[in-house]
């Protein structure tokens, strides 16, 4: 079965960046949509970024144009490069995997999606 793992998380100051990445095994090419979210405590968890199976990307308003994400299918890897850190992206971002192909539908509601990750703590502070 597919699985997938976060890392790269941690604490940076404001204005810092981190680069996440959430390894998938289980299969030799995935080809399934996929998404970050993240959760910070007592709030609900929001969609961060989405990529679409021809590598088409899409961002939540808050993090448009600081955000990039990214696919290499080769290691069957997905990163989220985050730039110009706020202490409003403080969370717990996770990866998870839509389980199919799709194309040019953004982020869904995180019930679409089947498979996730165990969560990689980004801490941003003054």
């Known amino acids: 079965q597919v699985q997938l793992v976060e890392s790269g998380g941690g604490s940076v100051q404001a204005g810092g960046s981190l680069r996440l990445s959430c390894s998938v095994s289980?299969?030799?090419?995935?080809?399934?949509?996929m998404a970050w979210f993240r959760q910070a405590p007592g709030k609900e968890r929001e969609g961060v970024a989405g990529?679409?199976?021809?590598?088409?990307?899409s961002y939540a308003d808050a993090v448009t144009g600081r955000f990039t994400i990214s696919k290499e299918n080769a290691k069957n890897t997905l990163y989220l490069e985050m730039n110009s850190l706020k202490h409003e992206d403080t969370a717990m971002y996770y990866c998870?995997?839509?389980?199919?192909?799709?194309?040019?539908?953004?982020?869904?509601?995180?019930?679409?999606?089947?498979?996730w990750g165990q969560g990689t703590q980004v801490t941003v502070s003054s």
């Open positions: 289980g299969v030799t090419y995935d080809t399934s949509c």
């Open positions: 990529i679409d199976t021809y590598s088409r990307t």
């Open positions: 998870a995997s839509l389980g199919r192909t799709c194309g040019a539908w953004g982020i869904l509601a995180p019930h679409e999606y089947k498979i």
